[in-house]
C-alpha cells in the first residue's frame, strides 16, 4: 500500500512540474500523465454578417482535427483548436491574436476569415514568431514570401479568381462592358486591383465602379450607379448578405447583368440568401465541389465531416477548412515530433508536394501559395449550386 501512494505521488509531481522543470530533468513522463495537444488558434467571424464564413471554416478544422485525432494523433499529439469571434473586425481580430498566443499560447493561427483582419492580425503573429497558416482570402499582400515570412496559404489568389473571371465572361460570352461592385476596405481594394489587372491583360476598360461600407448591407446607391453605365456584367468582391441584397434589387429594377461573385462571398449563404433571385448568378471557388464523388479528399471530407457534424451540410467553406486542418496535420508530421514553429514552416516550405488526395499543394522557398485552381460554379433554378464548364445566358 504505501509503495502505492509513494507511486500515485510521484506521478502527481510529475504532473504538476514546469516545462522547465520538466526540460531540465530529462526523460518521458510516465504513463499515466494526460495526453498531449498541440493547440491551434482561429480568430474570425463567428457573428454578423460573414458569419457563415467563420463558422464554416472553424467547422471544417473541427472535423478534419477529430479525424486526426480518430487516428491517434500526429506522433501521439492530439490536436485542439481554440476559436475566438473577431465579427469582422480588424481591431478585435489583433485582440484575439494576442490572447491566443499570450493566454493560450498557441502553435499557430489557423483559417482566418478576411482580408481587413488579416491585415491588422498577421504582423501580430509575425513579430511573435507563430505561423499564420491557410487564412480565408487571396490577398496578395499575403503571398509576399519576403515580407510575410510567417504565411502559409492553401487557396488561389483574388488576381486569379479575377483572372478566371475575366476569361470566362470574354471567352464563353462575349462581354467586355464589365463593372465591379466592391467592399470599401482592404478586401474589396484587392480585388479591385485583381480585376483591373485582367481587364488590362484583355485590353478592356473598366466601365462601371460602385463600392459599400464593409458589414453593412448598404448597396442601394452603388447598385443606381452600376445601372447608369449599364455594364453587361458585374462582379462582386463583398461578402453574402450585401451581395444577396444588391443582386436582388437589380432583379426588381429590371437590370440584368452577369452577376459573377468571388469564393470568399460564401456560396451556399449566398444560394440561400437569393432564393429564386439566384439563377444564373456565377461563383468562382477555389477548392474542388462539395459533393463531388470520387475526389479522394472530399470523400474523406464528407466521411469526416458526417463523423463530426452528422447535421451539417458539405459547403465550400468548411471543405476549404477542412483543407486548411489537413495541412497543419501534415506541416506537423513532416517536422517531426516536438518541433518548433519554426522547423513547422521550414518542413511545408522544403516540401515535396503535399497531394491530400486530389487536390495537390506545392511549396517554395519563395512560394508560400499552396493551390492555383480556380473552379467555376453557377445557382441553377432550384437555387442549387453546381458546377459549371463555362458561362452561358
Sequence with gaps: MRRSLLSALAVLVWLLRSPADAEEAGGDPPSEAVPREVVFGQSAA???????????????????????????GIGGHRLALVSLDDMYEP?????NTRELIGKHDVF?????????????????????????????TGAEFLRDVKERSNVVNVRASYFQETAEIVARLTDDLGIEKIGILYQDDSYGRAGLAGLRRALDA??????????????????????????????????????????????????????????????????????????????????????????????????????????????????????????AGRLVAEGLRLAGPGASRAQFLEALRNAPPIDLGGFELEYGVEDNQGSDRVYLTVIDANGEVRPARRMVR
Design 202 to 323: 484583355h485590353e478592356l476598360p473598366l466601365v462601371a465602379e460602385a463600392n459599400y461600407p464593409r458589414n453593412t448591407e448598404i448597396v442601394k446607391s452603388a447598385l443606381l450607379d452600376l445601372r447608369r453605365y449599364d455594364p453587361d456584367a458585374v462582379v462582386i468582391i463583398g461578402a453574402y448578405k450585401p451581395a444577396a441584397t444588391l443582386i436582388r434589387w437589380a432583379r426588381r429594377l429590371g437590370f440584368r447583368p452577369v452577376f459573377v461573385n468571388i469564393s470568399f462571398v460564401g456560396t451556399s449563404a449566398l444560394a440561400e440568401e437569393l432564393g429564386a433571385d439566384g439563377v444564373g448568378v456565377y461563383i468562382t471557388q477555389v477548392v474542388p465541389f462539395p459533393l463531388e464523388k470520387g475526389v479522394a479528399v472530399v470523400d474523406r471530407y464528407q466521411e469526416a465531416l458526417a463523423a463530426f457534424a452528422p447535421d451539417a451540410e458539405p459547403g465550400f467553406v468548411s471543405l476549404e477548412g477542412y483543407l
Design 46 to 72: 463567428l457573428s454578423g454578417p460573414a458569419s457563415e464564413l467563420g463558422t464554416g471554416m472553424r467547422l471544417g478544422l473541427e472535423s478534419a482535427f477529430a479525424e486526426v485525432n480518430a487516428a491517434g
Design 91 to 95: 481591431e478585435a481580430a489583433v485582440a
Design 108 to 136: 499557430a493561427l489557423v483559417g482566418a476569415v478576411g482580408t481587413p483582419t488579416s491585415r491588422a492580425a498577421q504582423p501580430v503573429t509575425s513579430d511573435a514568431a507563430v505561423p499564420y497558416i491557410a487564412p480565408f
